[in-house]
């Protein structure tokens, strides 16, 4: 079975790397404010760039699928991806022998070997020979065959010693493979896949084959989600849909395990690749469905997104006949359950929308149709545009009168002993939850966060945090022209208004 090509050894790939590093060096100026023309660079076999120097010497690489690509793996905790950096085989393995028992106790305390079926003995005595083979061999089955006939073992305790040595293991994968190692397949075909390949890549892909193989026969979990990835880049929704089922219909939420996984880095997750097939199928109501249990089962932080749209969709739709905000008809707390799960999980998107749905509140206006929250107030007069504008001003006036109401404008006795007593949050309280999510959300890299939250700093006088997160905010080309036109206007002394569209839900 000749799933891979085959891989130089370690040897002959790090010699070459270093020749082309010293190689690399030669090219450079001396002086580093000196220009020198791109023609000047010495030329090896007609390559100029840099990058593609770079992209040359990765397709030599040990471990490199057919599109030149150095196949390499983020590892779950800690800084795994440093290397003992040496020239010989006899300083790795003697840098091994100090450190290997080390790796062994974690790579146990994880749950990526069983100590009862891997002793340290022979993790020791199966790095060493990984190290020792690889360094002088081809990336084979027969390589694999000669440390042991377990290519399962050998890919695992592989994963554990490429902590140590991080070149080993785009040669172990190809190697464990080829020697029949089911997880060493699904690997595989997950880098081969996160290269964008186009539909005609994915028909005469031979790992591809195997993992249907795997999918098919074994029922492999991970192996099934990306086979059914695979049937609906071909458009081939129903068989992917038919393939998931059984897999949706008997998965169910456990607490967070604290053992790693050496497959599921990468691979993407069941329900996401089902709906998008009944999505593209117009099941909608069934996708819906899934993306529910997603979020609220599996507490799935794009899942959670993508269902408290729904339930705002929803709401939209079931109130079109109904005069009253939906403020009084709507229970936002599910939206911001949701928009939480999304937004403690690393999402920026979540935390922008979190912080327009406190913001719009710390305005009194309803957050969905940015209505006044008292509409028989006899001294608003509601616009028919530009309704946030019109609320900063509101609000700008009020606490310039003194009339500022931090709960709103109770209309009877009652109303304000219940604001007084029963509402646990002000409008100064949202205002601060707004900027808080703001900010949490542009130190995830989100830059329409970014933006709004500066506006409201340099309006509390907070100058050095707002042309901070104007900063943030310029990375994106798509914002550059608006904090430009930012700056200009705080120069002249005035903050502009934004845009309803800006403080969408």
């Not at 509409?375 to 019109?390: G, I, L």
């Not at 550059?480 to 002249?492: E, H, P």
Request: net charge positive.
């Amino acid at each position: 079975m000749s799933l891979l090509q085959p891989r130089i050894p370690l040897r002959k790939w790090l010699r070459t790397r270093s020749l082309q590093a010293q190689v690399s060096r030669l090219a450079l100026p001396q002086n580093a404010t000196q220009r020198q023309a791109f023609h000047a660079s010495p030329s090896f076999s007609a390559i100029r760039s840099p990058s593609a120097n770079i992209a040359r010497n990765r397709g030599r690489a040990p471990g490199a699928l057919g599109d030149g690509n150095l196949i390499t793996h983020h590892f779950p905790i800690g800084n795994f991806a440093s290397v003992f950096y040496t020239t010989t085989l006899e300083e790795t393995l003697a840098q091994f022998n100090k450190t290997g028992a080390s790796y062994w106790v974690s790579a146990c305390k994880e749950g990526i070997l069983d100590h009862h079926r891997v002793s340290l003995y022979s993790f020791m005595d199966v790095g060493r020979a990984l190290l020792t083979i690889a360094w002088e061999n081809d990336a084979s089955a027969m390589a694999i065959r000669r440390i042991s006939t377990d290519a399962e073992m050998v890919f695992r305790i592989s994963f554990v010693v490429s902590r140590f040595f991080r070149y080993l293991y785009g040669w172990a994968m190809a190697a464990c493979a080829q020697a029949g190692s089911n997880t060493a397949i699904i690997c595989a075909a997950q880098k081969y896949l996160s290269a964008n390949r186009t539909v005609s890549d994915l028909k005469k892909s031979q790992i591809l084959n195997e993992l249907k193989r795997i999918a098919i026969n074994d029922k492999h979990p991970s192996a099934i989600i990306l086979h059914a990835w695979v049937r609906s880049q071909h458009e081939q929704y129903m068989e992917a849909v038919e393939l998931l089922r059984p897999l949706i219909e008997t998965m169910y939420p456990i607490r967070d395990s604290r053992f790693a996984d050496l497959i599921l880095d990468g691979i993407p997750k069941p329900w996401a690749v089902y709906t998008n097939a009944l999505y593209k199928m117009e099941r909608e109501e069934e996708a819906n469905e899934i993306q529910r249990i997603a979020a609220t089962q599996f507490n799935d932080p794009d899942a959670a997104i993508v269902h408290a749209y729904n339930l705002l969709k929803l709401r939209r739709d079931s109130n079109r006949s109904n005069s009253a905000t939906l403020e009084s008809t709507v229970d936002f707390s599910e939206y911001l359950q949701l928009m939480g799960i999304a937004a403690t999980a690393g999402n920026g998107d979540a935390c922008h929308r979190l912080g327009n749905y406190y913001y719009l509140r710390y305005l009194h206006l309803d957050p969905y149709s940015l209505d006044y929250l008292d509409k028989d107030d006899p001294d608003v007069v509601e616009p028919e545009t530009n309704k946030v504008a019109h609320a900063e001003i509101r609000v700008a006036k009020e606490k310039k009168a003194g009339t500022w109401a931090p709960y709103g404008k109770p209309k009877s006795l009652l109303q304000y002993i219940r604001y007084y007593f029963y509402v646990d949050r002000s409008r100064d309280d949202y205002y601060r939850l707004a900027v808080e999510w703001y900010k949490l959300g542009a130190k995830y890299g989100h830059s329409k966060a970014a933006f709004l939250v500066a506006r409201l700093l340099k309006q509390d006088k907070l100058d050095e945090q707002a042309y901070d997160m104007l900063n943030i905010a310029e990375k994106d080309e798509t914002y550059q022209s608006r904090v430009k036109k930012l700056r200009t206007a705080w120069l002249n002394g005035v903050n502009p208004s934004i845009r309803d569209d800006f403080v969408d839900l």
